[in-house]
C-alpha cells in the first residue's frame, strides 16, 4: 500500500512513527518489509492486526508523546505467542523510526510498492470490474480497447487507458513480465491479441501470463486457428482459457473479476 496524499500532508505537519517489519522467523501475520505509520490519532497501513500490532501502536504513540524510543538499531522482538494473545507460534522483529517532514523525500522512494504490470484489453463490463478489483492491489494497469470513449473518467491512480486500433498492435510495447487479460468485444479481436501475445511469447518469453475470458468451446476454436499460424501446442499451453480460479459459481462482472484477480495473483508465486 501507498500513502495517499492526505498521510503526506499529515506527515509535513506532524511527527510520526514508522513501523517495520524487519525480519521475521515461522508463521506470521505479515511479511518482511511490511510497514505501518502512527500518528498520534491516526493509522496508515497495517503490518498484520492482531495483539501485536496494537502493542506496536502503543510503544510508536508513545514514543509520540515523549517515551524513550527503542534502539533504532536493534529491532524489537516479539515472539507470536500466549504473551500476546497469539497462537501462530512465529517471531517478528519491528524496527520503530520517528519520521517528519524532513523524511517525506526518502519515504516517497522508500515505501513505494513494487508494482506488478497487467495489460487489460477489453473495456466492457468485465473489464471495468476487474478494473475497479485490481485497484486496490499493488499492480500497475495498462487498459487497451480500440474502441473510443469506452473508459471510465474515475480512473484509480497506476491506470493507463489506451485506444489502439488494431488493439493488438498495443502488444509489443507492454513492459516485461505483464500479465495480459484478453476480453475485448470481438472474438477476432481476441484471437489477434492472443497470437501477438504468443509471437511476443516465442521472441522475449516475457508475459508470464495470458489468459483469455470464454469457454472451453471458444479455446478449442482459436487453438485450432492458432495452430494454423504455426504456433505448438507447447506455445499454445501457456494460454489460459477459460480464466479464473475454479470452483467459484456466478457469471456477474463483478464475481468473474474476483476469480480473474485471484487467478492473477496465484501467478506471482
Do not use: N
Amino acid at each position: 500500500m501507498a500513502l495517499d496524499d492526505a498521510a503526506w500532508g499529515r506527515l509535513a505537519l506532524e511527527d510520526a512513527v514508522l513501523v517495520e517489519v524487519e525480519r521475521t522467523q515461522g508463521s506470521v501475520p505479515r511479511e518482511a518489509g511490511t510497514w505501518m505509520l502512527v500518528f498520534a490519532e491516526a493509522l496508515v497501513c497495517t503490518i498484520g492486526g492482531g495483539h501485536l500490532e496494537y502493542q506496536a501502536i502503543a510503544t510508536a504513540r508513545a514514543m509520540l508523546a515523549g517515551a524513550p524510543s527503542p534502539d533504532a538499531a536493534a529491532p524489537v522482538r516479539y515472539a507470536l505467542g500466549p504473551s500476546l494473545g497469539q497462537c501462530c507460534g512465529g517471531v517478528v522483529h519491528l524496527r520503530y523510526t520517528r519520521v517528519g517532514v524532513a523524511d517525506v523525500p526518502q519515504l516517497r522512494t522508500r515505501l513505494a510498492p513494487r508494482r506488478w504490470p497487467v495489460a487489460l484489453f477489453g473495456g466492457g463490463h468485465v473489464g471495468t470490474a476487474l478494473a475497479r478489483v485490481l485497484s486496490a492491489l499493488p499492480c500497475s494497469l495498462a487498459w487497451i480497447d480500440s474502441r473510443d470513449g469506452i473508459f471510465p473518467t474515475d480512473l484509480a491512480a497506476h491506470t493507463v487507458c489506451e485506444h489502439s486500433d488494431p488493439v493488438h498492435q498495443a502488444v509489443p510495447s507492454l513492459a516485461p513480465g505483464t500479465r495480459v487479460v484478453i476480453m475485448s468485444f470481438s472474438h477476432a479481436e481476441d484471437l489477434e491479441v492472443v497470437a501477438a501475445c504468443l509471437a511476443r511469447q516465442r521472441q522475449q518469453g516475457d508475459l508470464p501470463y495470458v489468459g483469455l475470458i470464454g469457454s472451453v468451446t471458444k479455446w478449442a476454436t482459436f487453438r485450432h486457428r492458432l495452430q494454423a499460424r504455426g504456433f505448438t501446442e507447447a506455445e499454445l499451453d501457456h494460454v489460459t482459457c477459460p480464466i479464473g480460479v475454479p470452483g467459484i459459481r456466478g457469471k456477474e462482472p463483478e464475481v468473474i473479476a474476483v476469480a480473474i484477480a485471484a487467478q492473477l495473483l496465484q501467478s506471482l508465486g
